[in-house]
Structures are given as C-alpha cells and as structure tokens.
C-alpha cells in the first residue's frame, strides 16, 4: 500500500501498454506513406492495395494508441503532483506543443486521408498520409523534449523552490534530444519493418495475393535492414552520451561495480547482481572502453565509486538502481536487436534477386521475427526509466519527493488495478483487430470483402 511504490507500477504499467503502439504507429505511418507514393508515381493499383491493406492495421494501432497515451497525463497530476508543482513550467511546455501542433494536424489528416480516396486527387491524398507520419514523429520528438529533460535537466533556474524555465532553446535542444529521437525514430521503423516481413511472410506461406506481398516484403526487407543499422548505430551513440550525462545507468547496465580502465564488456553475468555476488561472469577485455570512448582504454566508473560521489554531492542515500533489472533489459534489448539484424539481412538477401522464396519453416521464422522489436523496445524503454533511479529528474529531483502526498494509497491501488484491467482489455481489442484484419486478402478489385457480420469494423468506409 505503499503510495510510491503503486504510483510507480501505475505509470509503468500504463507506459509500456502505451509504448507497445508507438513505435508501430511511427514506423508504419512512413511505410504507407511511401506505398502510397509508389501508386501515385506508378498508377499500379497493386501498390493502392497495399496501401489500404497496411493503412487499415495503421490506423487500428494509432485509434490504440490515441486511447492509451490520454491517461498518461493526467497521472502527473494525480500521482505525481509534487513533481508537477516542481517542473510544471519546463515539463509541460513540450507537451502542450505537441498536443496543439503535432497531435492536431495528426489527428486533422488521418480523417482526410481516411475519407478522402475518392474526393481527393492522388497527389493531395499521398500528401494527406505523409502530414500524417510527419505530425506523427513530431509528436514523438515533442514528447521526448520533455523526456530528456528528465534525462538531462537544462535551461532551468530554480526560484521559490521550483524549476522554471529559463532558456526554451535549451530545453528544446537539449544534449539527450539528438540520441534518443534518432534511436526511437530509427527503432519505429525497425518495428513496423518487422511488423510487414512477418504478416507478408503469413500471407506468401499460404499463397495469398502473392505479388502484393512480395511486394510488401520486398520493402520492408529494405526498410527494416537499413533501419536495424541505424537503431544499433544510434544505440551505440546514445551509450556514449550515457557515459558522461548517466554514469550509473550505464554501471549498471554492465554490472560493473569497480571503476575500470580498460573496462571490459560483460556477455553474461550469473549471481546476486544486488551486491556483486558474481557466480559466473564472462567478459570481453577492453570492449567497454571501447564503446563508451572509442579507444580500447578509457576509464568507465563503476557502481561503488559513483555511489560515493553522489553521497558526497547529494547526501546520504541508496543512489543505485535495480542492478538485475537494468543489466538484463539491456542484453534483452542489444540480443533482439541482433536478431532483427540477422533477419534483415537474411530478408534482403532473399528479395536482391528480384524474387522471394523461402520454405515454410523460414516463413514462420520471419513471422514470430514480428515479436522482436517489440520485446526491444519494451525492455529499451524500462532501462532507460529504471536506471534513472532514484531520481525522476536526474540529479534534480527524487522519486520519493515527487510523488502526490495527499493520495491514499488505497486510491492509488484502486486506480492501479482499474487502469491495468481496462488496458488489457483495450489491448486484446488491438490484437483482435489487428489479426483479424491482417488475415483478410486484400480483394483484386477495388472494394472491400468483408463479410457481413463483420462490415462493423471496417475503418475504412465502404468504398474502400
């Protein structure tokens, strides 16, 4: 009944329902953005298929994650009143612009691009798509100004016991900004990449619409390998950034509990990762050196000297994360990553002859293949919080200080238990949707077949 301990599982919980929705929705919004382009360049009805087909699973997981995402605010609040007061000024300025900017003109063209196809000219309903994916990662980067403030405070003065605003440009273009965006842009790719390899390989096992897909696959085989590079690149740039602006995030991402120079990269570690029990420990001369400075020696802090320094910058206190969590999402993280790497790969090698042809027992692999980025993205966003702890605003502000005093907690667990059923619920509408549609066969024709008892749940219009 703690009221800290349930905030933080409400907001955790509701934060990784919603994010299971973003990176698709960021991803996929290009891709059909560029099929849709294709048809217009082309005049090849098979490419407006696709687009119709992709566009329609679009724009259930974007209706999911509008829904999801509304809670999240007013939790800061509800819960977290103590940190609203604090960074109120700095927090909400971000999100307050992509409400107004980015959500709106969201919001404003997917109506026009849902209900424009035969009231539109090709070009202005191609346009109609692309102001849909742009808005939609401004909104992400908007969102993640705010984040990174979080991350990284900067422009602030703190007067009459509050952080206010002091430079919007620094917020705005805040040090974090320019490695996270680039590996949750880059990230939303890779997923909705992985997203069209898996359904397209479903369809090209069972011999549906076998040039559409192909098609398909062929460009999300392109899109995914190179994006896949990208997040690992970014990764790399964001560990780097982590080093200098997170030191202890990063010692624990590696269980490194002794300051090390050369420091080594740890493949597997097995103990109590608590207190540095180690049972068994495999690592890698030199490694972590040389992706925190990019020479194969370079000092990295380790848990126990960073402790120590915060105690003596911040006074007495527990300034470690959960060891064990932050170590094992990490390797979650990096091992999906090279999974969809070798996928990627192995994709673009099927379709660089102009053809793909795999056996059913390849098909199935790229199929569950659909599942890997969002166990990466899910176990990438839990270390980047988690390893923030115990602060909510890095060296600023602490957990403890900013959750809502005036809340029961008996409130809270109530609200918590409500919020994580209505979730669930809300995400098997998303996966029965999302299959449901997924396996229908996009007709020859330009009309939708959808049968009777289902024509409920077109999201499309009848003309379509």
């Not at 370079?298 to 960073?306: A, F, K, N, S, T």
């Amino acid at each position: 009944m703690d009221p800290i301990i349930l905030a933080r599982t409400q907001f955790a919980i509701t934060t990784v329902y919603h994010f299971f929705f973003v990176p698709l929705t960021l991803g996929l919004s290009i891709i059909v953005a560029l099929m849709e382009t294709l048809y217009v360049q082309t005049g090849n009805e098979v490419y407006k298929r696709m687009t119709k087909f992709w566009g329609k699973l679009f724009v259930i997981n974007f209706a999911m994650g509008v829904v999801t995402g509304i809670v999240q605010e007013f939790q800061f609040g509800m819960n977290w009143s103590e940190y609203s007061r604090f960074v109120g000024d700095i927090f909400g300025a971000p999100l307050a612009i992509e409400a107004l900017l980015a959500f709106f003109l969201e919001s404003v063209f997917i109506g026009l691009w849902l209900f424009g196809w035969d009231k539109l000219s090709k070009r202005a309903h191609a346009v109609t798509i692309w102001l849909v994916a742009i808005a939609s990662n401004l909104s992400a980067l908007w969102i993640l100004i705010a984040n990174s403030f979080m991350q990284e405070p900067v422009g602030y003065a703190i007067q009459n016991g509050r952080a206010e605003m002091e430079d919007f440009a620094a917020v705005v273009f805040n040090p974090n900004i320019w490695v996270q965006f680039p590996h949750v842009f880059t990230a939303g790719l890779t997923t909705a990449a992985f997203f069209v390899l898996g359904i397209s390989a479903y369809h090209l096992a069972k011999k549906n619409e076998t040039d559409l897909f192909k098609r398909s696959f062929q460009i999300a085989a392109i899109i995914g390998t190179m994006a896949i590079v990208l997040v690992g690149l970014g990764g790399h740039s964001q560990a780097q950034h982590m080093v200098q602006a997170q030191p202890m995030k990063m010692a624990a991402a590696e269980a490194l509990w002794y300051t090390e120079d050369p420091a080594s990269f740890s493949l597997i570690t097995i103990g109590d990762l608590s207190q540095r029990r180690d049972v068994f420990s495999l690592r890698i001369p030199f490694a972590l050196s040389l992706l925190a400075t990019d020479q194969l020696t370079g000092e990295v802090q380790g848990i126990y000297d960073l402790q120590a320094e915060y105690e003596a910058l911040f006074g007495p206190g527990n300034y470690i994360p959960p060891v064990a969590v932050v170590y094992w999402t990490f390797r979650i993280m990096v091992g999906a990553g090279m999974a969809m790497a070798a996928l990627g790969f192995y994709a673009l090698f099927l379709v660089m002859g102009g053809t793909v042809k795999m056996g059913p027992k390849v098909q199935k692999i790229f199929f569950a293949g659909l599942f890997l980025p969002y166990a990466a993205n899910t176990a990438g966003w839990l270390m980047t919080e988690i390893g923030r702890f115990p602060w909510i605003v890095q060296n600023l502000m602490k957990i403890e200080d900013a959750v809502s005093t005036a809340v029961p907690g008996g409130q809270v667990l109530t609200t918590l238990i409500g919020f994580t059923l209505l979730y669930g619920l809300l995400m098997f509408a998303d996966i029965y949707l999302l299959v449901k549609y997924a396996k229908i066969v996009p007709p020859a024709q330009d009309e939708e077949q959808v049968p009777a008892d289902d024509a409920e749940f077109s999201l499309v219009g009848a003309q379509d």
